[in-house]
Each structure stands twice: as C-alpha cells, then as structure tokens.
C-alpha cells in the first residue's frame, strides 16, 4: 500500500470513529432520558412530586456504569430520602393506583 492509501485510510477509519462516538453519546442521552421517565413514573406512586428524587439524589446514583438503573438502589436511596424528610412521600390515603411494594415489583408488574 502507498503512504496515500494508508493515509486515506487512516482518515476513514478515524471518521468512522467519530461517527460512531457520535451515535454513541446519542444512545447514552436517550438511555438516560427513558431512565429518568422510568423512574419517574415509578416515584409517582411514592412522592408528591417525584423530581424531589432527582433533586435531593440524583439519577447519577442510581445508575451503572453502562447506565441502566439500579432498582435496588432505587428502593434503597427512596427509603432514605422518606426517612430524612417524610414530608415528601405521597400521603397513605393519596394513592394514584395500587402500589407495589419495590422498584422490582413495579417492574415486574408492569404497572
């Protein structure tokens, strides 16, 4: 191969990589926007207002490395925020639907 082969080559090869971190950082943005309504939906069966979760912590700490949601961490860092300040949690009596009893039920149940 010449030097400009190679070098035409090289160019390609380093666009192709752009343009796959491109679409990469795409599927992250979207990964973290359908984590965020998820998760949202789940706390609106358990805050009043569920971007208090987001607010107080954060989506940051209950997602992995590759970015999908820890439920457990959910039902866990949710439970502690409830006992820090219990003025949040939806009322007892102000269900909006059946609840589930964790973040893993939820899903399970689809609801």
Do not use: C
Request: charged share 30%; proline share 4%; glycine share 6%.
């Amino acid at each position: 191969m010449s030097d400009e082969s190679l070098a035409a080559e090289a160019a390609r090869r380093r666009r192709e990589l752009r343009e796959e971190q491109a679409r990469h950082e795409q599927t992250k943005a979207a990964l973290l926007a359908a984590n965020g309504l998820l998760l949202r939906a789940y706390l609106r069966e358990r805050l009043q207002d569920p971007g208090d979760f987001l607010v107080f912590v954060g989506l940051g700490s209950v997602i992995d490395a590759e970015g999908r949601l820890l439920w457990e961490a959910v039902d866990a860092r949710l439970t502690q925020l409830l006992a820090q300040k219990p003025h949040l949690a939806l009322p007892e009596n102000h269900s909006r639907s059946e609840r589930p009893s964790s973040a893993v039920a939820f899903l399970l149940t689809g609801t």
